[in-house]
Nanobody, 122 residues
């Protein structure tokens, strides 16, 4: 079992920044790839970013490329999502998740956090 707890969400104006954190406990964190997803009201959960177990490979959705940065600190069992130049369309509940390898599809992730709300005002 892996337990994930997200934090760092909140209300921010367009153009602002937020840093999300996802703290993991349970199985060896450094053995897993990690992903961030988001879900807006009435929409399906969508891929945002993912990072390999070593942190050496990262992947981003086109909609966030150049604005968001995913990173991880295996010593702290934590993965981060730095979000800059936020837009109102980034408003969603953001979830972190664990996978064996780097994947883009939510169904391929085994464990999920409870989510943290990000709201970007115009």
């Amino acid at each position: 079992q892996v337990q994930l707890v997200e934090s760092g969400g909140g209300l921010v104006q367009a153009g602002g920044s937020l840093r999300l954190s996802c703290a993991a406990s349970g199985r060896t964190f450094s053995s897993y790839a990690m992903g961030w997803f988001r879900q807006a009201p009435g929409k399906e959960r969508e891929f945002v970013a993912a990072i390999s177990w070593s942190g050496g490979n990262t992947y981003y959705a086109d909609s966030v490329k150049g604005r968001f940065t995913i990173s991880r600190d295996n010593a702290k069992n934590t993965v981060y999502l730095q979000m800059n130049s936020l837009k109102p369309e980034d408003t969603a509940v953001y979830y972190c998740a664990v996978s064996i390898g780097v994947e883009l599809e939510p169904i391929l992730y085994s464990y999920w956090g409870q989510g943290t709300q990000v709201t970007v005002s115009a």
